[in-house]
């Protein structure tokens, strides 16, 4: 296990009182064909500060991520992340802003990018920043202590890390206007129903699932898998025409690759 990002160095001391409290890391380990990314600031109930997102950036970066074949985010057994960093939200103007999109905070982006399949592994609280983080991964699992909710406008701003854009994707405008404005705190039930999470598992359990789910991932073969989940993303945003297209072409280009690269054991990965 390593810690990644310019957070590890100053931040080591998250869990024992060392160098530089509060700060947190983030930590990847291999598991077999599966990275597990772990947000370790729990003294802070894990918020996304821009020192945390430089992590998880690095974290992406790491070998034990960018060589595997799926990867699972986790902020660890009692917290999953309280959102971004109010402590970092005070003395911003429009231009610090737009260059905070373009240094840390895109790392929303970024993990919804990787060419692998990921899952998020939620217990406890999963609220603003730290909700968008997890929508940017293909799967939530839940555990039943997972509290879910959007609190930024009722602190005056909005959530603006991809959050807004995914939520109406997944659920549709009503459902997104329900979780922004009026839904409050979520528990994993409710969640389930609303569709946010793809499913609840016993207090304890998220991680252990998350990985399994992963581990499945990991074994599908991962050119059709990156395809298919391109294939996902432009329906989503694109007319049928376009859609059907890169369905069609994605399918032609596996043609290209052997019958046993497509099966998952040959050197597409
Ligand atoms: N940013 C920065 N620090 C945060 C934080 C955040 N989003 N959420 C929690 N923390 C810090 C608290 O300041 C506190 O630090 P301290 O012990 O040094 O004072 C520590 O984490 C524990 O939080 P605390 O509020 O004492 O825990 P709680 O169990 O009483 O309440 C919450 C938990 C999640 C309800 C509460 O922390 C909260 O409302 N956080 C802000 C959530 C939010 O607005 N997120 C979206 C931001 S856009």
Redesign the pocket.
């Known amino acids: 296990m390593s810690p990644s990002g310019e957070a590890a160095d100053a931040a080591a001391g998250d869990e024992v009182g060392g160098g530089g409290p509060?700060k947190g890391r983030v930590e990847v380990e291999a598991r077999g064909k599966v990275a597990l990314v772990t947000l370790q600031r729990h003294?802070?109930?894990n918020?996304l500060s821009g020192a945390m997102e430089e992590a998880l950036a690095g974290a992406l970066e790491s070998p034990e991520v960018t060589g595997s074949r799926s990867f699972v985010i986790t902020g660890g057994p009692q917290v999953f992340s309280?959102?971004?960093?109010?402590?970092e939200m005070s003395d911003v103007d429009p231009e610090s802003i737009f260059a905070y999109y373009r240094a840390s905070g895109g790392v929303y982006e970024a993990v919804a990018s990787m060419p692998q399949p990921s899952v998020s592994a939620i217990s406890g609280?999963c609220?603003?920043?730290g909700l968008e983080l997890a929508l940017a991964t293909d799967f939530r699992v839940a555990d039943e202590t997972a509290v879910f909710g959007l609190?930024?406008v009722s602190?005056g701003?909005l959530p603006s890390s991809g959050g807004i854009h995914r939520l109406v994707r997944m659920l549709g405008t009503a459902r997104a206007r329900e979780l922004v404005l009026a839904r409050g705190r979520l528990p994993a039930r409710e969640a389930l129903a609303l569709g946010l999470v793809t499913e609840v598992v016993p207090a304890g359990e998220a991680l252990a699932r998350a990985l399994e789910l992963a581990g499945e991932l990991a074994e599908l073969p991962p050119l059709a898998t990156a395809l298919a989940r391109r294939a996902i993303e432009a329906a989503g945003e694109s007319s049928r025409d376009v859609a059907l297209l890169v369905e069609q072409l994605a399918y032609a280009a596996l043609s290209y690759t052997p019958v046993i690269d497509r099966r998952g054991s040959g050197r597409n990965g």
């Open positions: 509060d003294r802070k109930l918020a309280a959102g971004a960093d109010v402590s609280y609220l603003g920043g609190p930024e602190i701003i």
